[in-house]
């Protein structure tokens, strides 16, 4: 039994010993590498310094304060037409005007309290009442506001009733309008403020001006309050 065997394991050598002659076994040749080129030296890159800036010297700019202008404030005259420019402060139509509005109620009869303003014997506050432009006085206060006896009658008081103060306004006015008023005139301006409502002057100022030679010509006549009594056929002015 063990002869039988080996003649069977030599022959599976035999076959072994050709299969490997048939197969070229032959271990595969390592491939030659050739010599690693070194790698090009980069030197490193320098790392930039920070420029340093020199530090600035700041000169503070000097701001100088302004100095706050004073507002002006222009008040006009109570009801007052127009401003002072020149001699007189009114026109021709305002004054024709004015004058229009008084005829128009066609006052015969008022009564009026009027303050004269002045270097005159008349100075002082007038209690006044008018018919057909003549007045009568009721009562009188001086310049210090003493009620005192007039020692004048109603008739020398006409200029300060309504219908005179219109023709003394009237006159400075023509004369300013022909270029024919006075070295007095000329030394002085001459104010009007005619009344809203009623249109007569309220209040007639003449007030020297600075350059003036002559110092007592300022005069003043306000009426400070009028009351018409009875109306009708107007009453002329005297021319």
Same mark, same amino acid.
């Given at each position: ?12 050598? =035999? ?17 030659? +590498?050739?010599?690693?080129? $070194? ?7 320098? /790392?930039?310094?920070? /420029?340093?800036?020199?530090? #600035? ?24 037409? %127009?401003?002072?420019? &020149? ?5 021709? #139509? ?8 008084? !005829? ?9 309290? +009027? ?8 100075? &002082?506050?007038? *209690? ?5 432009? %003549? ?6 206060? *001086? ?8 020692? %004048?009658? &109603? ?6 009733? +309504? ?14 309008? $022909?270029? $024919?008023?006075?070295?007095?005139? !000329?030394?002085?301006?001459?104010? +009007? ?9 309220? =209040?007639?100022? @003449?007030?020297?001006?600075? *350059?003036?030679?002559? $110092?007592?010509?300022?005069?003043? %006549? ?12 107007? @009453?002329?002015?005297?021319?």
């Amino acid at each position: 039994m063990k002869m039988q065997r080996f003649p069977i394991l030599l022959s599976f050598c =035999l076959i072994a010993q050709l299969l490997l002659s048939a197969c070229d076994l032959s271990p595969t040749p390592t491939p030659t +590498v050739g010599p690693t080129a $070194s790698p090009t030296h980069v030197p490193p890159t320098a /790392t930039p310094q920070p /420029t340093r800036t020199p530090t #600035q010297t700041l000169t503070p700019t000097l701001i100088p304060t302004q100095t706050p202008q004073p507002t002006i404030i222009l008040i006009p005259s109570p009801q007052a037409t %127009v401003a002072i420019t &020149g001699t007189i402060n009114f026109t021709r #139509q305002q004054y024709d005007e004015a004058l229009k509005k008084w !005829r128009a109620m066609q006052v015969r009869e008022y009564e009026l309290v +009027v303050m004269f303003e002045a270097f005159s014997p008349f100075a &002082g506050t007038w *209690n006044l009442h008018v018919l057909e432009g %003549v007045p009568e006085i009721i009562s009188y206060m *001086n310049m210090p506001g003493t009620p005192t006896t007039p020692t %004048v009658g &109603g008739d020398a008081l006409k200029f300060l009733a +309504v219908d005179d103060r219109f023709a003394l306004v009237e006159d400075r006015l023509a004369r300013a309008e $022909s270029n $024919s008023l006075s070295s007095i005139d !000329r030394q002085s301006d001459f104010l +009007v403020t005619f009344d809203s409502t009623y249109g007569y002057p309220a =209040l007639v100022e @003449v007030k020297a001006k600075p *350059n003036a030679s002559l $110092s007592d010509i300022d005069s003043s %006549v306000s009426v400070e309050s009028l009351k018409i009594i009875r109306h009708g056929t107007p @009453v002329a002015l005297t021319p």
